[in-house]
């Protein structure tokens, strides 16, 4: 986190408001969540207490997200542009970002033609649309089909796909590791997706590993 000392070091530029946009980003998944401001205030109580906060041009006051709502944003990180004249939050986000509801203020594609996909960055594009294959028929989709076999067709596949990989691993070409790897992560999203658990669950696992050798964070789990 930014602290006085280093907020100083990093020459921040205010505009003459008084104030540097905060870009807001998910720090497990790439999405970007909104766009605020923040103050001198704004930036130091984000710094110490580690939940979002900005500055309302509408009502010229300091607001904590998710003050009223329950959608707090626990901030991890605070990083400054090259010019020091913008700032990054990396959060964890509890709950919809939007006063909408949405999840990211970001949903509005500047030509129709745009796909909804598209907003979202690409490992959450995928997520999706493994989802929606739930509502497909068995015969029209595969994806349907594993998730109408359970677990038992799910885990199959998967194994399937692991031993490619390895093998891959072990004697092909970097192309055919890079495309068995891409086949045993699609496998593991179908399976995740089976349980209704989503890829940032997973992500937030590894994140609490984060700085831990292997070897003292196998010893640590739980044995069943």
Same mark, same amino acid.
């Given at each position: ?29 790439? %999405? ?32 904590? !997200? ?58 959450? !594009?995928?997520?999706? %649309? ?5 509502? +497909? ?30 093998? +891959?691993?072990?004697?092909? +070409? ?18 995740? %997706? ?13 994140? !609490? ?7 003292? %964070?196998? +010893? ?5």
């Amino acid at each position: 986190m930014i602290g006085a000392t280093s907020m100083s070091a990093a020459k921040l530029t205010f505009d003459e408001r008084g104030l540097i946009p905060v870009v807001v980003q998910d720090r497990l998944t790439g %999405e970007v969540r909104m766009v605020a401001w923040a103050n001198a205030e704004a930036l130091r109580h984000t710094d110490e207490t580690r939940q979002a906060t900005f500055w309302s041009r509408s009502r010229a006051e300091l607001w904590v !997200k998710g003050a009223t709502s329950g959608h707090v944003m626990t901030v991890h990180d605070i990083l400054v542009d090259c010019d020091g004249d913008t700032l990054l939050y990396l959060v964890d986000a509890a709950g919809p970002s939007c006063h909408t509801g949405a999840e990211s203020c970001f949903f509005t594609p500047l030509h129709e033609v745009d796909a909804p996909a598209a907003r979202a960055p690409f490992s959450l !594009k995928l997520e999706g %649309e493994i989802a929606s294959r739930r509502h +497909a028929t068995g015969k029209a989709s595969y994806v349907k089909s594993l998730l109408d076999g359970g677990a038992e067709a799910i885990g199959a596949k998967v194994r399937e796909e692991a031993d490619e990989f390895a093998r +891959a691993l072990d004697a092909e +070409a970097d192309d055919r590791v890079s495309s068995e790897a891409a086949d045993l992560l699609f496998h593991v999203l179908v399976g995740l %997706e089976s349980r209704g658990l989503r890829l940032r669950q997973v992500l937030a696992t590894l994140a !609490k590993r984060f700085g831990r050798g292997g070897h003292e %964070e196998k +010893a640590s789990r739980a044995k069943p």
